[in-house]
């Protein structure tokens, strides 16, 4: 199955909301695994309804990431990939297209249930596969397992819904272990180290089924912390992107630093990138950018890139143990 099948991508609707708004000129966001597909969407686009489209060549990793400066330049701007955060209440121009998956999950529930040691079940997944947990209830019922889907905070626009800055959907399921339906392992690691229960991940692109082990990410941790307990300069990383703007911790951790004689700057940029940073001397970084960056980017930056947590740790204001994945909760 290609993408373009496996994927709803909702021209029909597109094409609807341009003719309902009126609207001229129309942008187009892509996360960075979709757009190979937007010239082909582009012209569909503009062939039936004669509108100009832009496309957002930005990079793009999550609804917290919207081109604002593109959002100037158009009279609507539709979002594929994610589904809308609270923070982008602020502009009724973004339609966010969930591009949701039309892959089948029963067989790898299926695969799964055989698997699952618990009684209950918290089921999580991303917004792709939101549509299809209710097939999953009904599979693991068959097996004799009570499912708990459960609302996340305002960041989260659906039940069982994660991210991978917000599990809150995943903390309020009062469950034995939990059920990962999807391919990533960023968001199952994430939930199994918040919860420390057990989380089995069901990709349903492969029909395989994984355990979630955060054992290794959790030594590359210890190793960055590690490095960073002789720093005396830090530089607190703050990104300007609507979703992902924490400044007001930035601050704290600043005065943190301070009042343990630490030296901390705030550094504000757009898109934070081991390249943006290698022009600061600072002894570590500490990120309040997006969770994922000092994660997934482990040994790409000149000076260990710690998360707020982490940095807690290094100054003695939480203990080794309290080490979780950073998360931006809403309310
Ligand atoms: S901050 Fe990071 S993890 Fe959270 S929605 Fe944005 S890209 Fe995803």
Not at 30 to 44: N, Q
Not at 70 to 95: E, M, P, R, T, W
């Amino acid at each position: 199955m290609s993408d373009g099948e496996a994927f709803d991508f909702r021209i029909d609707y597109i094409i609807s909301v341009i003719e309902d708004t009126d609207a001229k000129v129309v942008g187009l966001q892509f996360p960075e695994g979709f757009k190979r597909r937007s010239p082909g969407i582009a012209s569909r686009i503009e062939d039936e309804t004669g509108v100009t489209v832009f496309i957002s060549g930005n990079p793009c990793f999550g609804a917290c990431d919207l081109d604002v400066a593109l959002l100037n330049d158009v009279d609507i701007l539709f979002h594929f990939g994610h589904a809308h955060l609270d923070d982008n209440k602020i502009s009724q121009k973004v339609y966010f297209i969930e591009t949701r998956s039309a892959v089948d999950v029963n067989d790898v529930v299926e695969l799964a249930a055989s698997k699952l040691e618990g009684r209950r079940i918290g089921l999580i997944t991303t917004v792709q596969h939101v549509h299809k947990l209710d097939d999953a209830v009904k599979v693991l019922e068959q097996h004799g397992k009570q499912c708990v889907i459960c609302p996340g905070d305002s960041k989260i626009a659906y039940p069982g819904q994660v991210l991978g800055c917000n599990f809150s959907a995943a903390r309020n399921a009062d469950c034995d272990e939990y059920l990962f339906i999807g391919s990533g392992q960023f968001h199952p690691l994430g939930v199994s180290l918040a919860m420390k229960k057990r989380v089995l991940i069901a990709d349903p692109f492969v029909n395989e089924l994984r355990e979630a082990d955060y054992s290794k990410v959790l030594r590359q941790r210890s190793a960055v912390i590690a490095k960073s307990l002789d720093a005396e300069v830090f530089g607190i990383v703050v990104s300007s992107k609507p979703g992902q703007e924490r400044m007001e911790l930035a601050m704290e951790l600043k005065r943190m630093a301070k009042a343990h004689g630490k030296d901390a700057h705030i550094l504000t940029m757009d898109l934070v990138t081991p390249d943006q940073l290698l022009q600061f001397k600072v002894d570590a970084f500490v990120n309040t950018a997006c969770p994922r960056l000092a994660i997934d980017e482990v040994g790409r930056f000149h000076a260990p890139m710690l998360t707020p947590l982490e940095f807690e740790i290094v100054l003695g204001e939480r203990e080794w143990e309290d080490l979780y994945f950073d998360e931006i909760t809403g309310e």
